[in-house]
């Protein structure tokens, strides 16, 4: 009887690191179900990396091999980060793939990561995924010198509420008030209010320009649309959940993804995977940006 062929080292330590040769099998298959091209970009959770300049050049260094006329499917995973980025980073994804760009949601894609996808011409989600609200967090000093992010609209709110308080108080004593208006800095509030808009504004041109170009809605009405990703208020907190039903309540361009399919298996496994180099507390690496062709990451 031959003997079964045993494991080779090579192969075993590719297993154990995880190294691009583990996934490149996984990201071939994906390739050849979807007939498209494939990136996947990765951000540490576990770390909360963010991202950030220079990230859409890392896109665009693998971009740049991928064939013509395949369009592009990024899978993205990330807690988000500089919206300036997210709205690069769409406008590199765009022209290689020749406007037809898709995003998969394997885990969750949040904040700024939510607006890369807004910026597809479609969104491929299981009930497990998740995107988040795109409100921008301010970070704030605390008294012990550390920092802690904050929403810039309940930093505004917080302003403006106390600035009314003190203005209509009928009480003479108003130096409670204006001990407390002295924590903030008057250009600070303008420059949070700028950010606010510039998040907004972001989002609604994405979509405008993508999945809701033919819609026939303007600003304001897409606006009203996403409601859940722009108003604190209904999220109550930052990061919040969005799930895949109340994306399509949205009117957004979504196509779920079946948990028992075996496209979501190939996602699924190639997600795990992907995601261990850049949780695992044996790594350094915070950032994973992979094709079928090329590998990079960064620590």
Not at 39 to 54: C, H, K, V
Not at 143 to 171: M, V
Not at 273 to 278: C, E, F, T, Y
């Amino acid at each position: 009887m031959a003997r079964k062929r045993e494991v080779s080292q090579g192969t075993m330590l590719s297993e154990i690191n995880q190294t691009h040769d583990v996934r490149r099998p996984l990201l071939e298959k994906l390739e050849s179900t979807l007939n498209r091209n494939i990136l996947t970009f990765f951000t540490s959770t576990r770390r909360g990396t963010a991202i950030q300049n220079p990230d859409n050049d890392m896109i665009e260094g693998m971009a740049q091999s991928m064939p013509k006329g395949k369009g592009l499917t990024l899978v993205l995973s990330s807690l988000g980060g500089d919206p300036l980025e997210a709205e690069r980073i769409v406008n590199t994804c765009r022209a290689y793939a020749e406007e037809d760009f898709e995003v998969i949601v394997p885990r969750l894609a949040k904040s700024a990561a939510t607006m890369v996808c807004f910026g597809a011409q479609r969104i491929h989600m299981s009930k497990t995924s998740e995107l988040g609200p795109i409100d921008p967090q301010i970070p704030v000093a605390r008294r012990d010198g550390t920092y802690q992010l904050r929403g810039a609209y309940y930093l505004i709110k917080a302003y403006e509420e106390l600035f009314e308080r003190a203005t209509k108080s009928q009480d003479p004593r108003i130096e409670p008030y204006l001990q407390q208006l002295e924590r903030f800095d008057e250009g600070d509030i303008v420059a949070w209010k700028e950010v606010v808009r510039l998040s907004g504004d972001i989002a609604v041109k994405l979509l405008l320009s993508g999945m809701l170009k033919d819609k026939g809605d303007d600003e304001s009405a897409v606006m009203k649309r996403i409601e859940p990703f722009t108003n604190p208020e209904q999220k109550k907190t930052h990061g919040r959940p969005i799930y895949v039903q109340e994306v399509k309540n949205c009117g957004l361009v979504v196509e779920e993804i079946g948990l028992e399919t075996d496209l979501w298996a190939l996602v699924w496994n190639l997600y795990l995977r992907s995601d261990w180099i850049v949780n695992s507390p044996a790594n350094t690496v915070t950032k994973l940006c992979e094709s079928v062709r090329d590998s990079y990451y960064s620590n």
